[in-house]
Every structure is written in C-alpha cells, then in structure tokens.
C-alpha cells in the first residue's frame, strides 16, 4: 500500500448554519490525511457532487435530523458524500480496485482533497465521463434510477404517463431522462425559468410550478397519470394520489418545507403507513448508494439513456456558495465541487 501525504485540504464544519452564517460555519483547513482500514479505498477527489442532503447536513435542517448526525454540531466535520476520483491507496483486503483506478461512489468526506470511501460503496468510473460528471451521479443518478424501478415492474414505459414534480433538479432532471428512454409520455413540473431545459431533456409537456401548486393548472385533466415522482416539496399525500390512476405509483425522493421536527420527511412515513390499505403504490424511496446500484446506473449511462447535467462547479474555497446554490432551489440539474 502507498503512503499518502500527510496533510491534505478539506472542508471542515465545526456548526450548523444556514444562510450567510454558512460562510463562518466552513472554513478549508489542513487536516491529516485519511489512513484506509482493512476495507477501505483512499480516493484523490477530483470532482464533489453537492446534493440537497449535503444542504441537509450542512444546516442541520430539519432539527430532527441531528439525532442521527450530532445535536449541537455535525458528528462528520468534513461534509460530503459522494465523489469521483482515482485511487490513491487501498485496505489489505481490498481485491477490485488498485492504485491509478478512476472511481465514482460514496465515500466519507467528499469535500476534500483526498476521502475514504468504503470499496463496496465504490465502482469504476462510466467510460465517457468527466469526473465532474461522474460525481454529479453517484448519489442523485442512483436516486433516479431506484426511484423509477420503485414504480414497479413496467410502470414506467411505452404508453405509461409519468409526472416528474421537481423535474429541472439533479435527481428530477435524471428521472426525466430515464422516464424518456424508457418510451414513457413524459410531463415535467418545474420553475419557469427551467421550462426550456426539462424540454430539451425530453419532457412532453412542461408544466409551470407555481400554476401547478396554485392549483390553476391541472395536467392530468384529460386522463389520470400512471407514476407520479415527486422530487421537490411537500405537497400532500392527498392531492398527490389524486393525480394517479387508482391503481397508478407514487414516487417520494425525500421532502421539502414544513412538517414538524422532520420537515417533509414525515409524509414519507404517512406513505409507509398508509401503502398497506391502498391500491395505489406509495413508495417512499431509501436510496443506497452500493456498488450493484452503480453498476446499474453505469448501465444506463452507457447505453445512453442517462446523462448529467452540470449546473455549475465551484472550487472548494466557494463551497459555502455552493451549498447556498442548491438550498435557493435554483440548480438546473447538479452542482459540483472540484478540490
């Protein structure tokens, strides 16, 4: 096994913030280098991708949340998890990846020069990718993929009508694309200033948000929608399902605004509770990021049904600007931090 430098640059978080406070809360700090446990693969980060979990983390919002990452500050004090890079060092029982390996996956830390990364968090690099591209995939292409196939088996296909609520986003724009390949009539609902974007991504029909939500504009009015995925919001599980066939599936990729300690996160768990006594499908989807799920998402890259969109890449110095871009809700598509 190599032997790293000993210090590297890296992100460190020592409280929650929010707003301009985030630029006090982050400060780029020289930190020991990781060592790789028995498992592990040290990667040189070349490309972060800053998705709304990282915003999740880094403003500690919604309050519940912190039981899990540290009640008064983050237990992880280097944000970030998924990245792409190339293999630095690996563990004494990692077999799949060696030094000089381009990689993409999870890992701990990502907002650094160098991160560990569990090996079986990890997968090559999709052939044709820029790092930057590949990071802005680990974690929100996954999502994308898994929350398709939580439809259910052919839902989301020739003839199906599919609505992608957050649809200019980094896992919405992915679920537009998949949705599209797949043969589906495709319906975004989006920001007007994204419209053009979820077009090009092959969207049918494009529907504003704020019509959407004032409840003016009703896009299932010829014929009920087959899928609903809702990527961004907090609307009820009630005017959701009322979108959908009576037998029709409902997508929740997390939630956003109000509702309680958890924020939106507890209309993912009315979903569970209710799904029993439906015929609709609610699915509340857990997204896990292992190196089966990045193999299938490598899959569709490569057979061209997928592909990132990069919003903007920042270098670590901005990543407070960073963060405070995917809070505002602004970001067509992802963005990335480049160490």
Known sequence: MSTPSATMKALVQNAYADGEALDRALAVEDVPVPRPGPDDVLVAVRAAGVDRGAWHL???LPKGLRVATGLRRPR????????????????ERVTGFQAGDEVYGV???????????????????????SFA????????????????????????????????LGAGGGVGSLVVQLATASGAHVTGVCGADKADHVRALGADEVVDRAAFDAGTVAPQADRPFDVVVDTAGNRTLRRLRGLLTPTGALVLVGGEGKGGPL???SRQLRALALNPFVRQRLAPLASVTNARSLALLAERVEAGA???????????AEAADAVRRVGSGRVRGKVVLEP
Do not use: I, M, N
């Open 58 to 60: 880094v403003t500690g």
């Open 107 to 129: 890992v701990r830390g990502a907002f650094a020069q160098k991160a560990l990364g569990a090996a079986k968090s990890l997968h090559a690099k999709p052939s044709g990718l």
């Open 76 to 91: 992880q004090r280097t944000p970030g998890l998924e990245a792409a890079g190339v293999v630095e060092a690996v563990g």
């Open 306 to 316: 997928l592909r990132p969109v990069l919003d903007a890449t920042y270098p670590l």
């Open 263 to 265: 924020g939106g996160f």
């Open 133 to 164: 591209e590949a990071a802005a995939l680990a974690v929100s292409g996954v999502t994308a993929v898994l929350a398709v196939r939580a439809a259910g088996e052919g839902a989301v296909g020739s003839g199906r009508r599919v609505l992608v």
